[in-house]
């Protein structure tokens, strides 16, 4: 897949995908470039590369796929939803699954792709445009997915986003009730909000932690047997109805918790209180600041101050040079502190 993700236009990059539909690993990835980098030999020139094939129909395929993981017997009737999608890969078919599911109105946007303006002030990561839209038209909420389409991030009827890990624990605690959980669990990454921990115990659950990314995710419910999973950022893995996250289909899932409740989104989407949480990034030059003794020992201090009240993670970006400073605790004025004394003790050794 050439995509931009969640990102600009000009950040367009390749997605590559295994045979089983899942992601490849990194490992994978990067003996592939490790390839490529030492020895083009035996590649195919650029004349004898493949054949392509075209499926005309592959829209309505894939709109069916995702109306059959919807309850059967269950509509969207007497439901006003907006869809934001990014000007990205579901601009066309996620209002079509909302309408040909019964919903009364469907309100689409970023709907307009021109090649350059995915995500362009839209779509999940950029979600005021849904939030004012579901407000301004009385809207029951909003859903905004990325450009791939893969992320989902929601609005209820007031405006108010809401993340993944809420949408997490409504799914979470929706199948457990009906026996639909392969675990008594899901999987989160460290991003994840303490609160969504802690909710999750009460319900006699496990919150199963991996590294940031929804591939690592996917990885250990694979390994471990789980069936849901996903990140705070909208990733949502559900692996009854598809191999990898689909914004669509996790949207569909949150919508028929809704309606089997018969409560507003406003009360569903907010089952538990999230943690203060602070994030902020240092930039640096060269060598990681992070392997240096000073910062772990400062790290390990941070973490043991907070107790069981917070905690602490410190981790270097994937894509930059950059080390991000996360800090979360019942008390905002400890996690702000906390969290500003690492940052100014990283920059000082980056400088």
Same mark, same amino acid.
């Given at each position: 897949?050439?995509?931009?993700?969640?990102?600009?236009?000009?950040?367009?990059g390749?997605?590559?995908?295994?045979p089983?539909?899942?992601?490849?690993?990194?490992?994978?990835?990067?003996?592939i470039?490790?390839y !490529?980098?030492e *020895?083009?030999?035996? /590649?195919a020139?650029?004349?004898?590369? +493949? #054949? =392509?094939?075209?499926?005309?129909?592959?829209q309505?395929?894939?709109?069916?796929k995702?109306?059959?993981?919807?309850?059967?017997?269950?509509?969207?009737?007497g439901l006003?939803?907006?869809?934001?999608?990014?000007?990205g890969?579901?601009?066309r078919?996620?209002?079509?699954?909302?309408?040909?599911?019964g919903?009364?109105e469907?309100?689409?946007?970023?709907?307009n792709?021109?090649?350059?303006n995915?995500?362009?002030n839209?779509?999940?990561?950029?979600?005021?445009?849904?939030?004012k839209?579901?407000?301004?038209?009385?809207?029951?909420?909003?859903?905004? !997915?990325?450009? *791939?389409a893969d992320? /989902?991030?929601m609005?209820?009827?007031? +405006? #108010? =986003?809401?993340?993944?890990?809420?949408?997490?624990?409504?799914?979470?605690?929706?199948w457990?009730?009906?026996?639909l959980?392969?675990?008594p669990?899901?999987?989160?990454?460290v991003?994840?909000?303490?609160?969504?921990?802690r909710?999750?115990?009460?319900?006699?659950?496990e919150?199963?932690?991996?590294a940031?990314?929804?591939?690592?995710v996917?990885?250990?419910?694979?390994?471990?047997?789980?069936?849901?999973?996903?990140?705070?950022s909208?990733?949502i893995?559900?692996?009854?109805?598809?191999?990898?996250?689909?914004?669509?289909?996790?949207?569909v899932?949150?919508?028929?918790?809704?309606?089997?409740?018969?409560?507003?989104?406003?009360?569903?989407?907010?089952?538990?209180?999230?943690?203060?949480?602070?994030?902020k990034?240092?930039?640096y030059?060269?060598?990681?600041p992070?392997?240096?003794?000073?910062?772990?020992?400062?790290?390990?201090?941070?973490?043991?101050?907070?107790?069981?009240?917070?905690?602490?993670?410190?981790?270097?970006?994937?894509t930059?040079?950059?080390?991000?400073?996360?800090?979360?605790?019942d008390?905002?004025?400890k996690?702000?502190?906390?969290?500003?004394?690492?940052?100014?003790?990283?920059?000082?050794?980056?400088?």
């Amino acid at each position: 897949m050439i995509t931009a993700s969640h990102n600009k236009s000009q950040d367009n990059g390749i997605k590559f995908f295994g045979p089983d539909g899942r992601k490849l690993s990194d490992e994978a990835e990067m003996a592939i470039e490790a390839y !490529l980098e030492e *020895d083009t030999r035996g /590649l195919a020139a650029a004349e004898d590369l +493949g #054949r =392509v094939k075209r499926y005309e129909d592959m829209q309505a395929r894939y709109i069916e796929k995702v109306k059959a993981s919807f309850p059967r017997r269950m509509r969207l009737e007497g439901l006003k939803i907006v869809i934001d999608c990014a000007n990205g890969a579901g601009y066309r078919t996620a209002p079509d699954v909302l309408w040909e599911l019964g919903a009364d109105e469907v309100i689409p946007i970023g709907v307009n792709p021109d090649g350059f303006n995915i995500n362009e002030n839209c779509g999940s990561t950029h979600t005021d445009l849904m939030s004012k839209t579901v407000v301004e038209s009385g809207a029951d909420l909003g859903i905004a !997915l990325d450009g *791939d389409a893969d992320r /989902l991030i929601m609005c209820d009827e007031k +405006g #108010r =986003v809401i993340d993944g890990d809420q949408l997490l624990a409504l799914i979470a605690t929706g199948w457990h009730e009906k026996r639909l959980l392969a675990k008594p669990g899901i999987v989160a990454t460290v991003m994840s909000n303490l609160g969504l921990e802690r909710y999750m115990h009460d319900q006699k659950l496990e919150l199963i932690r991996t590294a940031v990314g929804d591939r690592h995710v996917a990885a250990r419910m694979r390994a471990d047997g789980y069936n849901v999973g996903g990140e705070q950022s909208g990733h949502i893995l559900m692996t009854d109805f598809t191999p990898t996250g689909d914004g669509t289909v996790a949207a569909v899932q949150v919508l028929a918790e809704l309606i089997r409740a018969q409560r507003p989104a406003s009360e569903m989407l907010n089952l538990f209180e999230p943690v203060p949480q602070l994030l902020k990034n240092v930039r640096y030059a060269g060598e990681s600041p992070l392997e240096m003794r000073e910062v772990q020992d400062a790290i390990k201090d941070a973490d043991a101050a907070f107790g069981n009240s917070g905690r602490v993670l410190v981790r270097a970006s994937g894509t930059e040079p950059l080390i991000r400073v996360m800090a979360e605790g019942d008390d905002p004025a400890k996690v702000e502190k906390i969290t500003d004394d690492l940052v100014s003790l990283i920059a000082k050794i980056a400088a």
